[in-house]
């Protein structure tokens, strides 16, 4: 089969063929039809995790295609079936004609959205929902701040959120006002020329997917029990946090079915939107992955194997 594969850290990904895989007792085949990228391809793809992975790899982690077939332990899906979901921290990746998830990697997509629209799903709509309700606790009525808010997690959050029942506060660059305003937040804060702490107040949670200062500044706004809940590297005071009695978090998001067939449940029921912004054939993937980390566009960039 075809798979686009990283040799060597940090140089561009090749195409090659190399041996289509076979399930396991847990695992299911898939029949790649669509692929996104990820940022932590490319945190991969430049060798910041070869500490715990050696090369060659095949890159990528989510998908969307159909069953191939299934080992004998898997209930939930069947050859045939068309599925979704993502193969974290995995030798062989996604970007490939064939891939083997774990049991608790795959389900059934999203029955409204292509192959492409669902690739684009996984890895980000799971960080939005692990860190809104597993690591934020997020109540109907809260106030909340998301950081980062046009990105793929961020816009994600925010419409949780706000299905929810929360007030939010959306905070991003001018540039993604627009995009940002469509998915409904009750205030977008212009991060260049707004201060958040001067426009939300007292918040009850913050998600922040930019990481640096935040946690910092956020202390100005959480009260005694408000959570702060960061997909970056915790930087600044948590000390500080402690004292004050903020809870906080780092995010390391989980492949779990039961998470991805919610988030199926709602964007059939039209109370989630997924955006594409661009596809391109999987033996452009290094083009792909340049655009992806050079573009400021919102919406997912996605990889047409079939």
């Known amino acids: 089969m075809k798979a686009m594969r990283v040799n060597n850290w940090g140089l561009p990904v090749e195409l090659e063929d190399i041996p289509q895989p076979k399930p396991g007792n847990d695992e299911v085949l898939v029949k790649v039809h669509a692929a996104s990228i990820n940022p932590f391809d490319s945190f991969v793809h430049a060798g910041y995790m070869q500490g715990m992975m050696s090369t060659p790899i095949t890159l990528g982690t989510d998908f969307a295609g159909e069953v191939v077939e299934v080992g004998p332990d898997v209930k939930h899906v069947k050859p045939g079936d068309a ?148 997909s970056m590297i915790l930087q600044g005071p948590q000390d500080e946090a402690e004292k004050r009695g903020v809870r906080v978090v780092g995010l390391g998001t989980q492949a779990r079915v039961d998470h991805l067939d919610d988030l199926a449940r709602r964007i059939d029921a039209k109370q989630l939107k997924i955006f594409i912004h661009r596809t391109f054939p999987l033996h452009e993937a290094q083009a792909a992955i340049e655009y992806r980390m050079a573009s400021t566009n919102p919406g997912k960039i996605v990889l047409k194997v079939v």
């Open 83 to 230: 599925v979704y979901g993502l193969v974290p921290l995995r030798a062989a990746g996604s970007f490939a004609e064939y891939v083997v998830a774990k049991a608790n990697e795959v389900t059934h997509k999203p029955k409204s959205l292509s192959y492409v629209e669902a690739a684009g799903v996984p890895l980000a709509s799971l960080a939005a929902y692990q860190s809104l309700f597993d690591l934020g606790q997020a109540q109907k009525g809260d106030r909340i701040l998301v950081i980062g808010a046009g990105g793929a997690v961020g816009g994600c959050a925010i419409q949780l959120a706000k299905e929810l029942g929360a007030t939010v506060y959306a905070v991003d660059v001018p540039e993604k006002a627009g995009f940002i305003r469509e998915l409904g937040p009750d205030r977008f804060i212009d991060a260049k020329a707004e201060r958040y702490e001067d426009v939300a107040g007292t918040v009850d949670l913050v998600l922040d997917f930019v990481g640096g200062e935040n946690l910092a500044r956020s202390l100005a706004l959480l009260k005694s029990g408000g959570r702060y809940v960061t």
